[in-house]
């Protein structure tokens, strides 16, 4: 199959935009969420848009490290997750009323914005209208500022006709 599918590249110490730059010159598209420093948000990781066929050559090129696998296989990461993750950057901070009580330590689902859908644990509250979700990928957590109206506990959630998800507590 020739499909371009996402990968999980680990890097070497702070080489993930060498690695993105590497990758360039080799015609593969690599990305890694940055924060608003131009630091990135997964250290050591970079994902990777490739062809299973292509994946030897990533092991040549600087800042490479391995690819992630999980029981021998190249982990693979769903498109939609990364395209919420090049949205991140554009997360609005308006600041609204909080809805429903949450208390950390609540799984919650993003209900709105660029992150929608994804899943995580309320890490803390910051004043009435701010919420840090964990949201865990690849071992490593990605702490994410919303606004309050952003997230619902997972208990509270309905089943969504058609979507073929099933929301309930993890």
Do not use: C
Not at 71 to 96: D, E, F, M, N
């Amino acid at each position: 199959m020739t499909e371009y599918v996402w990968y999980a590249a680990y890097t070497k110490y702070r080489k993930e935009l060498r690695l993105i730059a590497a990758l360039a010159k080799q015609g593969i598209e690599g990305y890694t969420p940055l924060d608003q420093a131009k630091m990135p948000l997964f250290k050591n990781y970079v994902f990777v848009q490739a062809m299973e066929s292509q994946l030897h050559r990533l092991t040549y090129l600087p800042g490479f490290a391995y690819l992630v696998s999980f029981g021998g296989q190249p982990a693979t990461i769903p498109a939609t997750q990364i395209s919420a993750l090049k949205h991140l950057s554009h997360l609005g901070h308006a600041v609204s009323k909080q809805q429903y009580t949450l208390v950390p330590g609540n799984h919650v689902r993003v209900t709105n914005g660029p992150l929608k859908g994804l899943t995580g644990k309320l890490v803390e509250i910051k004043g009435k209208h701010k919420l840090v979700v964990e949201i865990s990928r690849l071992d490593q957590a990605l702490m994410v500022t919303l606004s309050a109206d952003q997230a619902l506990p997972i208990e509270t959630l309905i089943p969504m006709p058609h979507s073929g998800e099933q929301h309930h507590a993890e």
